[in-house]
């Protein structure tokens, strides 16, 4: 037999099943577009969440406003606690928060200026209002003052005693309850400027442009402190940092991110069953093909179905374990030798991958391809014996090679 001529059914079947491989880019592309529409209709979920409960909050101030300048403290201090609360809207449970804080420190009239206006304005940014809880009091130099809301958030009006002179402490506390949802910052603008921060929300994530000082984070929530001052600020009132209580990466993009190795999977496990029928001689029919593909394209449609109401983690091993069994059966049923407990495990082995993959940031790239190399290795090992004149076995073909 001319050897040429004895690959020709693989080489075909291959070239075949190659062309399979890219078709389900169709479907594929197609899942990700739900996802895309069920991500979008979970950000809508969250924004609506917002607009009745509140939102990311931001915390500038408190600062005193004198005939258009701006007069910040010399001290200022934020201790925040937070109770961590789900608001659930349609299938989606959104994380929100209820918070107590008390802001205090003092201002030091510096300058003969800023005696001269004795009606001024105490005022304390935030971004928004509607999550405030009953009436916020503020207090300066031992007075409580009148809030109202301003051009640029609270404001309460005082007037500085007739004898205030330059290097006087202006004293100052500011509490109230509120209601937020995503993050909280703040702004360090005061000389020097301090944060204590404590939540039952058990999984935070810092950001700005400082990280705590002090930090302890347990199955209970976490305790975290800041302290900064001016002189490591080049432009302290455009500074922020603060916590996200939410978890950055929703299920749904983590079901976008797995589907991206939906083709790769698709090979693998396609070249696999080339392998296996060239060392086995044991034909698959190319239906055979297009229902493991089309079982590898609906784990998928099943990841992000079981996402919508599980954890990512617990949705994707569902998943897995429904698609793997199905997959196993099938290549038993239609193998009938120890090959099939390969492919199964290659199966399992790329899914198990993928997960890692998955899980990590800086280091996924690497093991990707680390793993893509064992791979090829054990297929050099499976393949290294292959004679020029493969035979397939027909009396075990489904169909034929193709």
């Not at 999977?265 to 229902?291: C, D, N, P, T, W």
């Not at 790239?365 to 499976?382: E, N, P, Q, S």
Request: charged letters at 15%; hydrophobic letters at 45%; one cysteine or more.
């Amino acid at each position: 037999m001319n050897p040429i001529s004895s690959w020709k059914p693989y080489v075909l079947k291959f070239s075949i099943i190659t062309g399979l491989a890219l078709l389900m880019l169709i479907p594929l592309s197609l899942i990700r577009k739900q996802v895309n529409e069920r991500s979008n209709y979970y950000s809508q979920t969250i924004e609506d969440i917002q607009n009745n409960w509140g939102g990311c909050l931001e915390f500038i101030g408190p600062k005193i406003s004198l005939r258009g300048n701006d007069w910040y403290p010399d001290h200022l201090k934020y201790s925040v606690h937070t109770t961590t609360t789900h608001l659930h809207r349609s299938i989606y449970d959104v994380s929100a928060y209820t918070a107590d804080i008390m802001i205090e420190g003092q201002f030091v009239i510096a300058d003969s200026y800023q005696l001269d206006n004795y009606t001024n304005g105490l005022i304390l940014w935030m971004g928004e209002l509607k999550g405030i809880q009953g009436t916020p009091s503020f207090t300066l130099n031992g007075k409580t003052l009148m809030v109202h809301s301003g051009d640029e958030g609270l404001q309460a009006d005082f007037s500085l005693n007739k004898g205030a002179k330059v290097g006087d402490v202006l004293p100052f506390t500011i509490t109230m309850m509120f209601k937020g949802s995503e993050s909280i910052s703040f702004a360090p603008i005061g000389n020097l400027t301090e944060v204590e921060m404590i939540s039952d929300y058990p999984d935070p994530s810092f950001f700005g442009d400082f990280l705590p000082s002090e930090r302890e984070i347990n199955a209970n929530g976490f305790s975290a402190q800041w302290m900064t001052s001016q002189i490591s600020l080049k432009y302290p009132t455009m500074s922020r940092f603060g916590v996200r209580l939410t978890k950055p990466v929703t299920q749904y993009q983590q079901t976008e991110r797995a589907s991206k190795y939906g083709l790769l999977i698709i090979f693998l496990v396609f070249i696999a069953g080339v392998i296996v029928e060239i060392i086995s001689k044991k034909s698959l029919h190319i239906i055979q093909y297009i229902v493991i593909a089309a079982s590898l394209v609906l784990f998928y449609s099943l990841l992000l179905a079981f996402a919508d109401f599980l954890p990512f983690g617990w949705a994707y091993l569902i998943a897995s374990v429904m698609t793997t069994a199905a997959l196993g059966g099938y290549f038993i049923g239609i193998i009938r030798n120890k090959w099939a407990w390969l492919l199964t495990g290659l199966v399992v082995l790329t899914y198990g991958t993928i997960y890692i993959l998955l899980q990590m940031e800086s280091f996924s790239f690497l093991t990707g391809t680390m793993v893509l190399f064992l791979i090829l290795c054990i297929i050099m090992a499976l393949t290294r014996n292959i004679s020029n004149s493969p035979g397939p076995e027909t009396s075990h073909s489904v169909e034929g090679p193709m």
